[in-house]
Each structure stands twice: as C-alpha cells, then as structure tokens.
C-alpha cells in the first residue's frame, strides 16, 4: 500500500485503518507512507502508526513536492512487495478489497487489477465496472475510462518498464503511468461485484477535476498520454476507441461554461494548446463520434477561433443557469432550452459561413 501524504486532516486515521483491517490480514502488507511536507499533524499520525507497526508501516518525510506524483515515485522505489495498490489518504477501502484484487490477479495471472471505485459525495467511473473481467485487456475492460491510480499493480511491470508518475502536476499526473501500465499488460481483471475503494470528496476543498487547469502542465501531461496510446497502438478502430476519451474528456469536455470566465490571456493559451492536440491526434473520424455540439466547439478549437468559443460557452452557460423564480419551471425549461438553440445556431453561423 502506497500513501502520498500532505495534510490530510482526519480523514488519515480513517484511511490507514481501513487497510490494517484487511480480510487479507495485516500481516500481509506493507505500507509505504511518504509525508509530503504536512503542517497539520499528518506527520505525527504517521510516525506513531509507524512506531506502533515497526516494519509494517514505513513513513519517509520529504519537503512539499506540491503534487502527489514524486510521492508516489518514491514509495514506489521504496516498496517491496509483488503487488503496488495506491491509495489517497482521504479516501478508503472495503473490508475485502485487497483480498479480491489479489484474488483476481492470481487467478488470471493480472498485471492490473480494477477493483469497483465508489464515490462518497463525489461522481465516480461506472463504464469500467459493469462487469467483472477475468484476464482482459484495456479494449475488454474499458479501462481506459477509469486513470486514477486507485488500481493494483504489479510490481515488477513497473520496474520492468521503469513507469513513473509525472511529477509538480497536479491534475492528470498518474495518466502516463496508468495508461501505460493498461497498454504493458499480459492480462487486465476487473473486480466489478464489490466496493473496493471509496472515492471521498473533502469539505472545503472543491476537487481538482472541476476546476481549469494550469494550460501548459495540464496539455503537456494529455499530449505525453497520448503520444503513449498512438505509439503503442496501431491506427484503426481500436486506437479510436481509446483516443475518444481524451478528446471528449481532456480536450473538447474542458470547453465548457468555465472557459468564458478565464482571463483572455488564458482563453487563448488554452485554445492555442487544446488545438494543437486536436490536430496532431485526432482524425476526422474520431471527432466525428462526437454529439453535434461537442463537434463543433471541437472544430472551433482546431481553427483556433477564441472569441468564437467563448460566445459558444457564455450561451452555454446561461442555459444551464437556474432560471430565476418568476419564471416557473416551465418557462425556465424552455429559455434554457432557446439558448442551447441559440448556441448551436452560432455554431452554425460560424462553421458554415454565407
């Protein structure tokens, strides 16, 4: 179990003792903790989990990285165990979690195992856990639909193949590492018929997937993650399979009623950079797949039309306003409805000049 650490509050209790109680049996697994620089008594409740389990829990304290991937990088380095299972200090695990991933990488012979993610008081991937999978791959498992690193690994196909988690960035960074592992394989399982992680939204501390990145970091982390799919995979049906996730996702998905209120500065660089990967990674094929108006804006993005955007999104956005109370639901239904009309006849007017 690897543990990257920074001021994790009360919920660090919660998490570590979640994986001392283990069906598996705490005797059967090695935690690896790396404070990253806390300054709220994380440190202290690692050290005393540390003291009280000598040679079960290893606790190494380092400076603030001010990201969770060099963390993560050195509990790997650090870990001994055949198999790496990365868990975030707010959240926690089911009972039986590890008992069944490893159950199930043992049984298929798994160098990945995907145990079912729930989400408490935030969304969590559902395409990759309808079913339990027993030796797929990343086509059979959807897997791509679920990169946080909440996963079981094994460790030698990471040492093997030298993954690391990009470091200093703070969304998107386990996405290399992830998807590589996903794409290095022998064989992938799915754990689809039991909550193995909990996925926990912090109060206070609104989470990182709803807020708009730093443009360069973020669009270099996607642009590394997507030259790893278009090397290791051969151009066909299957690449596109895997390419449409980013674009709805990482590129077109960020273009939403956020990008009207960046700076102007920002709205460009993040056309500029979103564009660019339009057109160096995704064919006409793959953006044809996309819903009219994700088309569109993604089009928009390829031409690199700022202004033109934001237009798209402001309209965007005040349809998906509440309406005000005087309106009534009806009516609030239907003027939210006339500005999503008029977005796309914008879109329209812009696409298809004359």
């Known amino acids: 179990m690897l543990v990257p650490v920074h001021d994790a509050g009360v919920h660090l209790e919660g998490c570590l003792r979640s994986i001392a109680e283990q069906s598996l049996g705490f005797e059967h697994i090695e935690v690896v903790a790396v404070d990253d620089g806390s300054t709220d008594g994380s440190a202290a409740v690692l050290d005393a989990w540390a003291a009280r389990h000598p040679g079960r829990v290893r606790v190494v304290h380092q400076e603030n990285s001010g990201a969770p991937g060099g963390p993560r990088n050195r509990a790997v380095a650090m870990a001994e165990g055949e198999f790496l299972f990365f868990a975030d200090p707010d959240d926690y695990l089911g009972a039986e979690a590890l008992e069944r991933m490893l159950a199930a990488a043992e049984r298929d012979g798994s160098d990945v195992v995907l145990g079912r993610i729930k989400g408490v008081g935030r969304k969590a991937p559902i395409t990759p856990f309808r079913r339990s999978v027993e030796g797929g791959d990343v086509f059979t498992t959807k897997a791509v639909w679920s990169l946080t690193a909440h996963k079981l690994f094994r460790r030698s196909l990471v040492l093997e193949h030298g993954l690391c988690f990009t470091e200093g960035v703070r969304l998107a960074e386990e996405q290399v590492f992830v998807v590589s592992a996903y794409l290095l394989a022998r064989s992938i399982s799915v754990v689809a018929d039991y909550d193995c992680y909990y996925l926990v939204r912090r109060e206070g501390f609104p989470h990182l997937t709803q807020q708009m990145p730093d443009p360069v970091p ?5 642009r590394d993650v997507l030259g790893v799919v278009v090397e290791r995979v051969p151009p066909g049906a299957r690449r596109d399979g895997l390419l449409i996730r980013w674009l709805t996702l990482e590129v077109v998905g960020r273009f ?38 994700a088309r569109a804006r993604c089009l928009l993005l390829e031409q ?22 005087r309106r009534g639901p009806r009516r609030g239904a239907a003027w939210a409805r006339r500005r999503l009309r008029a977005a796309r006849r914008l879109l329209r007017r812009l696409l298809l000049p004359g």
């Not at 993040?270 to 160096?280: M, N, P, Y």
């Open 256 to 293: 939403d009623e956020r990008f009207a209120e960046l700076p102007e500065e920002t709205r460009a660089l993040c056309v500029k950079l979103a564009g660019e990967l339009v057109r160096d990674f995704f064919p006409a094929e793959v953006v044809a797949r996309l819903d009219p108006l």
């Open 304 to 325: 690199g039309l700022v202004d033109e955007l934001t237009s798209v999104t402001a309209l965007m956005a005040e349809a998906r306003t509440p309406a005000a109370p």
């Open 218 to 222: 973020f669009y270099g982390v996607v």
